[in-house]
């Protein structure tokens, strides 16, 4: 009884604090920028964000949410399904009586793992490549179109280490490579990571990133072995978050 109220009373705070979910891209990686971790193979996550206007591309020129859902399929490949609502204002439907949130942008999201964290030698990262969004229907099918439809489009090849710093400490160094062809929302780049799990609390992960565009700090918590929560600090000072549910089917 007492762990539902004390669930009952995270996500209620979650909640006052405009969260809605886990990454913001509804995939596995830091705060906005990608890794070379992977889940578990055959894990499940279904989620949501409060998206901050200063993390979106300025087609969303106010605050928003996204929701997802998330599966490892096989131990190298990851899969996800995410939406992020738009205002019915920004369509110009106000004038047809829709108000708020009343459409939606989807996409998919694929990571694919070439390598594994020591796979060869000691030393060797784990290796990524992936995509998001990477068609518009606006233009027939076309990949990474340089404007309409696929704003979140990106493609990347991710690098991540673990590095053994004092005592049991080890911090995680993920670097990526970024390409998209927007001209309104470019991320091409270099984008670094930095990652840190307590060894006396790993359930915490404190996370510093550059994402090609921007800096940001923020910190994952990992509560009943399910529910993921995330927080963000996009430029250091605009606030995004969110919550996720995971589970590792059998």
């Given at each position: 009884?007492?762990?539902?109220?004390?669930?009952?009373?995270?996500?209620?705070?979650c909640l006052s604090l405009s969260i809605s979910?886990?990454?913001?891209?509804?995939?596995?990686?830091?705060?906005?920028?990608?890794?070379?971790?992977?889940?578990?193979?055959k894990t499940f996550m279904v989620g949501g964000n409060f998206m901050n206007k200063e993390l979106t591309p300025p087609t969303w020129y106010y605050h928003t949410y996204n929701y997802f859902l998330n599966i490892t399929i096989f131990p190298w490949m990851e899969v996800a399904y995410t939406c992020t609502l738009f205002k019915?204002?920004?369509?110009?439907?106000?004038?047809?009586?829709?108000?708020?949130?009343?459409?939606q942008d989807r996409y998919f999201s694929l990571r694919l793992?070439?390598?594994?964290?020591?796979?060869?030698?000691?030393?060797?990262?784990?290796?990524?490549?992936?995509?998001?969004?990477?068609?518009?229907?606006?233009?027939?099918?076309?990949?990474s179109s340089t404007e309409g439809n696929g704003y979140y489009s990106?493609?990347?090849?991710?690098?991540?280490?673990?590095?053994?710093?004092?005592?049991?400490?080890?911090?995680?160094?993920?670097?990526?490579?970024?390409?998209n062809d927007r001209?309104?929302?470019?991320?091409?780049?270099?984008?670094?990571?930095?990652?840190?799990n307590p060894s006396f609390h790993p359930q915490l992960r404190l996370i510093a990133e550059y994402d090609s565009k921007d800096f940001a700090l923020g910190a994952t918590y990992l509560l009943f072995n399910h529910f993921h929560i995330q927080v963000q600090m996009q430029k250091m000072q605009y606030f995004s978050g969110g919550l996720t549910y995971q589970l590792r089917l059998k």
């Open positions: 009884m007492m762990k539902f109220k004390l669930l009952f009373i995270v996500l209620l705070c979910a886990q990454l913001t891209y509804g995939t596995t990686g830091l705060l906005h920028a990608p890794s070379a971790e992977m889940q578990p193979d019915a204002e920004a369509l110009g439907l106000k004038p047809y009586g829709y108000s708020g949130f009343t459409n793992r070439a390598l594994k964290e020591g796979q060869f030698w000691e030393y060797m990262p784990a290796v990524v490549v992936g995509t998001s969004d990477p068609f518009t229907s606006s233009g027939g099918g076309v990949i990106r493609f990347y090849i991710a690098a991540s280490k673990h590095v053994p710093i004092v005592g049991k400490e080890e911090i995680g160094v993920h670097l990526s490579y970024l390409y001209k309104e929302y470019k991320l091409n780049g270099f984008a670094l990571g930095v990652t840190y």
